[in-house]
T-cell receptor
Framework: DTEVTQTPKHLVMGMTNKKSLKCEQHMGHRAMYWYKQKAKKPPELMFVYSYEKLSINESVPSRFSPECPNSSLLNLHLHALQPEDSALYLC???????????????????FGEGSRLTVL | AQTVTQSQPEMSVQEAETVTLSCTYDTSENNYYLFWYKQPPSRQMILVIRQEAYKQQNATENRFSVNFQKAAKSFSLKISDSQLGDTAMYFCAFMRLAGNNRKLIWGLGTSLAVNP
């Protein structure tokens, strides 16, 4: 199983709504990522969890709240978003973030299909 | 800080022909990985090919190969026998190996259209 599964695929929400994006992987990966991607642009890193602990927060506004309930699941809680937050949100996973003892670490990220978010 | 530059925002190629996408990067690191990722329209991002900086031999994956010039900090992707399914955004990316936080540094991408 080499899949990263994201739900929902599409989400439309108002600026006062609270919603969540979900991501799941069963590859035994210990690093999980949230990226934001605008059309025809590279992904922008938002958060990284390494061994279920928040490792990187790229100064993301607090209206985005990540959560990693266990090593297979990653959530992104959304509240009071702005129209400019409309984008494709990508989840990714990798073996880890740089464990030197893991000689087989290829550094490859496995991406989900993304959740396309529209904020009205 | 590391940077990745893709100088071709858009390219097109005829089916069955060969196309080369360019990528240059800037780093003072000696150990790193380089990647080409492909993102077809409305489909997920997938890894095309990966190169370890300490390996002199250029990586190949079927119709995809790279020309890795470490001294010139160049990492171009060659697609042979182009197919319609190769139509996609292609992103070049850099990952340093020092330390425990291996963030990907992305280029701006090249939009490749394969024409029938």
């Amino acid at each position: 199983d080499t899949e990263v599964t994201q739900t929902p695929k599409h989400l439309v929400m108002g600026m006062t709504n609270k919603k969540s994006l979900k991501c799941e992987q069963h590859m035994g990966h210990r690093a999980m990522y949230w990226y934001k991607q605008k059309a025809k642009k590279p992904p922008e890193l938002m958060f990284v969890y390494s061994y279920e602990k928040l490792s990187i927060n790229e100064s993301v506004p607090s209206r985005f709240s990540p959560e990693c309930p266990n090593s297979s699941l990653l959530n992104l809680h959304l509240h009071a978003l702005q129209p400019e937050d409309s984008a494709l949100y990508l989840c990714a996973s990798s073996q880890n973030m740089g464990d030197r003892t893991l000689t087989t670490n290829t550094g490859e990220l496995f991406f989900g299909e993304g959740s396309r978010l529209t904020v009205l | 800080a590391q940077t990745v530059t893709q100088s071709q925002p858009e390219m097109s190629v005829q089916e069955a022909e060969t196309v080369t996408l360019s990528c240059t990067y800037d780093t003072s690191e000696n150990n790193y990985y380089l990647f080409w990722y492909k993102q077809p329209p409305s489909r997920q991002m997938i890894l095309v090919i990966r190169q370890e900086a300490y390996k002199q031999q250029n990586a190949t994956e079927n119709r995809f190969s790279v020309n890795f010039q470490k001294a010139a900090k160049s990492f171009s992707l060659k697609i042979s026998d182009s197919q319609l399914g190769d139509t996609a955004m292609y992103f070049c990316a850099f990952m340093r190996l020092a330390g425990n936080n291996r963030k990907l540094i992305w280029g701006l991408g090249t939009s490749l259209a394969v024409n029938p």
